[in-house]
């Protein structure tokens, strides 16, 4: 019942954002864009204060930042900026065969298996617990989740040049 | 000219908001999600030089449509096959694989789009285009100059060919997008379903909220 409380309210607040934004774009100007958010989330900051009530487990701090998965995290972060990286700089800021573009690519993607094995062996809260993949209806999920991201992002992106175009 | 493509991307979600909410079908949303973003892709894809206004925002409403039923269900799906306490890890993930994917995708979308115009480097140089124009028309740049490249060249001849080289170009980035959604059809097979009918929803939204409150 929350739960598909949560969805309805999520669906029409994601379908209502997008148009507002269209229409702020149109007759004002971008930056209300970012403007708007400042009202909307500081109610919600005002209602979280007053009404949620969720239990604080009270961890210390030193226990906290122990717990952190710092290999997990740190091992991610560098596959991600330097494969992205990249990717990016090839072919636009340096060729694709320079030195800076192939070991950014190659050092970035040896730090996935790196992240793997730091989820798998060194730590105890991993950011992304393998287990999650060992269910085939999670995998299947987790890809279904990648490709309608990427197909959305790059098809939004390039959606508008047609009319440009045509 | 977003509007099409956002407004049938919005629709959508509130629509299977509504219906799984109501029948607890999340599988069949899922599949027909990616199927109409497949056939919306791949109709993108379809889109040549003397395509119409009217064919691109018909062929993004279906595209908008599938992407919309697609964001909520597989968020539901994977709760549905984890435990209670691996929900907020579980969730965590598909936030990051979305963030993951939006950079991988914001970058080789570009890419292809990119090499599409190097490779055809020779051809706009074959067109006779004053030097400016045909900077504005390689590589990188070229995607940014789309809009008022055309103000540059009186010569519709030769703003056929321009047109022609942006669609190949273009072209070749729907049909990846067709490609990777059809591979999301099939990965959406292999999802399992946890339950059937509306009791089960019933019984299964009763758990998870006895198990917030344990929580609180």
Redesign the interface.
């Known amino acids: 019942m929350y739960l598909g409380l949560l969805e309805v309210m999520w669906a029409i607040a994601g379908g209502v954002g997008p148009v507002i934004g269209g229409v702020f774009a149109q007759l004002l100007s971008w930056r209300w864009i970012f403007w708007i958010n400042l009202p909307v989330s500081g109610t919600a900051f005002v209602l979280l204060f007053i009404a949620l009530d969720v239990h604080n487990p009270q961890t210390g701090f030193i226990e906290g930042i122990k717990a952190i998965d710092w290999a997990g995290c740190f091992s991610m972060l560098g596959f991600m900026v330097m494969l992205l990286f990249g990717l990016n700089m090839g072919g636009v800021e340096a060729p694709w065969s320079s030195p800076k573009v192939i070991c950014l690519i190659i050092a970035g993607s040896l730090l996935l298996p790196v992240f793997i094995f730091s989820e798998a062996a060194l730590t105890k809260h991993p950011v992304m617990p393998l287990k999650l993949f060992t269910n085939i209806s999670n995998v299947a999920c987790l890809l279904v989740v990648f490709f309608h991201e990427f197909v959305s992002v790059t098809s939004y992106s390039m959606v508008e040049r047609p009319i440009h175009i045509l | ?3 099409p ?3 049938a ?3 959508g ?2 629509a ?3 219906v ?2 109501q029948t607890g079908r999340y599988m069949e949303m ?1 599949w027909i ?2 199927a109409l ?1 497949t056939i919306g ?1 791949g109709l ?1 894809a379809y ?1 040549r ?5 009217a064919s ?1 925002i018909g062929f ?1 409403i279906i ?1 908008g449509l599938g ?2 039923l ?3 269900p ?1 968020l ?4 549905a ?2 435990t209670q306490e ?1 929900i907020a ?2 969730i ?3 936030g ?3 963030s ?10 570009g ?1 292809i ?3 599409g115009m ?1 490779i055809q480097a020779a051809k706009v140089r074959d067109i006779g285009l004053p030097s400016e124009v045909v900077q504005d028309l390689s ?2 740049v070229a ?1 940014e100059k ?2 008022d490249i055309y103000s540059k060249i009186s010569d519709p001849v030769k703003v056929f060919l321009v ?1 022609e080289i ?2 190949w170009s ?1 072209r070749n ?2 049909i ?2 067709t490609g ?2 059809f ?2 059809l099939l ?6 379903r946890k339950f059937l009918s509306n009791k089960h929803v019933e019984s299964k ?2 758990l ?2 006895d198990s ?1 409150e344990n ?2």
């Open positions: 000219m977003l509007l493509i956002t407004v991307t919005a629709l979600g509130i299977t908001g509504i799984i909410y899922i999600g990616m973003f892709n993108l889109l030089e003397n395509s119409s206004v691109i993004q595209a992407a919309g697609l964001f909520e597989p539901i799906a994977l709760q096959m984890t691996d890890t579980a965590g993930t598909i990051f694989i979305r993951l994917s939006t950079s991988l995708a914001a970058i080789i979308g890419i789009f990119q090499n190097d590589g990188a995607g789309v809009g047109k942006f669609v273009l980035i729907w990846t997008c990777m959604s591979c999301g990965c959406s097979f292999f999802i399992k939204t009763g998870r909220k917030s929580n609180v």
